[in-house]
Every structure is written in structure tokens, then in C-alpha cells.
């Protein structure tokens, strides 16, 4: 019996390892950082080990890096921005990036202090250099109390003229002077587009403000990465029994 239970924990502690190196990459980003107004730089790392890309919309931002810290191919640049600030965002009127509230285990990655407190206001912007045989996921998380326009929509397009949708998606980022505290949306198995880039936009839904505070970009694994994963379990497994 001692030795089954060894042999299944041997089985697990192989099949987490894989998983490990099967995951795919991410890239976190924070809209706003200590040069621009009233912003804040998430540190690298963060209180839950992962780095962070803290941009603005005074330069273009080349290499960004992963969670691990690792330099990728992909690059970020704004190719309009109506404005950032914190205020009224999930710190209030309170200048300071620990006094912000929301909840932090539903936001997950995304879900930390300098990320969430300051953002971006109706603006358009590139992730450029993206491998064209993969497919990525976009993770927003936008906050904001006393708005004009409660539901902000998050829109890819396939060029720069920003003329045809590939996919969108709504948050509602605040609502009777509350701020959202606890929900992101994503956009799913996303191809790159024209020249292998993601041309992003977002505003309000009905025409008003929107905002975006924090963006998280993973790669899909690819379906044989993934077989190849459940294989390798049951191969592992038969040989353990």
C-alpha cells in the first residue's frame, strides 16, 4: 500500500512538472507608471512573483518582457491616448497606490496595487511582432467610479484603420460611484492581423468614457503541446502500475 501511494505521488509531482513547462507565456501590463500623470510602476517582482510591463504613452516599448522576467518578441505602442490618471479609479480621490480597493484573489494576476490604480482613457494602441502561427488571449481589467458611461468595450481590429471588428468584448467598469473590484474580460484565440500585429481600441460602449487599467496577454499552448502532455501522463502512469 506504502508503495502505491508513493508511486501516485511520483505519478503527480511528474504530471505538475510537465504542465509546468507546457504552460504558455504571459505578458502582464500596467497602463500607467511613475512618469506618467499620477500614475504608479508595478516593482518587479510583484507581491505574487511575476514582472510587469508598466507603459506609457510617450514612447514606443519594444522587448516586452514575461511574468518570469524573460525579454519576448512582442512590442507595445499607443496609437492614441485620451488621457490617464488614478482618480476615481479604485483608490478613490486618495493618491496613493495602497489605498486601493478590490479583490484580489478574482483578479489573479491582474489583481495588484500600482496595476489597478491608475489607467487609460479612450485610446488605441498596437502588440506588435506576434509569431502569426500561434493564437493569444487578452485579459482587461478596467475601474472607475462616477461614469459617463458605465460599460467599456475592449475591440480588436484587423488593421490600422481601425475600420473592421475581429472580436469585442464589454466590462462594466463601475456603476452608481462604485468602481469594479473583482471582474476582468477576455478575448479568446486571437490571430494576429495584418503585418502580425493586434490593433487594439477601447472606449465606452454607448459612446462615452472607457478605461483600462491593467492587460494581461497569454499564448494559447498549441493542441499538440497539449496532447502531447496527456500522453506523456498516461505513458507515465502505465509504466508506474
Known sequence: MKQSVLRGVTVAVALVAAASMARAESVL????????????????????GNNWNSVDSSVFWPGLIDTTGAATS????FSSASGTDYFNGPSG??????????????????????????????????????????????TFYGSHKFNNDNVTRYTVYTDDTL???VDSIDLEVGVNGDHNQDTVVTLTNLSPQ????????????????????????????????????????????????
Open 29 to 48: 501590463i500596467d497602463f500607467g507608471n511613475n512618469t506618467s500623470f499620477r500614475g504608479a510602476t508595478t516593482p518587479n517582482p510583484d507581491p505574487n
Open 74 to 77: 512582442i512590442n507595445f505602442g
Open 163 to 165: 475600420s473592421t471588428v
Open 93 to 138: 480621490a486618495t493618491q496613493d497606490p495602497t489605498a486601493t480597493v478590490y479583490d484580489a484573489v478574482a483578479l489573479g494576476d491582474l489583481g495588484v496595487n500600482e496595476a489597478v490604480y491608475d489607467y487609460y482613457v479612450n485610446s488605441t494602441f498596437e502588440i506588435q511582432n506576434l509569431d502569426p502561427t500561434k493564437l493569444y488571449n487578452l
Open 194 to 241: 495584418a503585418f502580425n500585429i493586434l490593433y487594439v481600441g477601447f472606449e465606452g460602449a454607448s459612446g462615452g468614457n472607457g478605461y483600462l487599467n491593467a492587460l494581461r496577454i497569454d499564448v494559447v499552448p498549441e493542441p499538440a503541446s497539449l496532447l502531447m502532455l496527456g500522453l506523456g501522463g498516461l505513458a507515465l502512469i502505465r509504466r508506474r502500475r
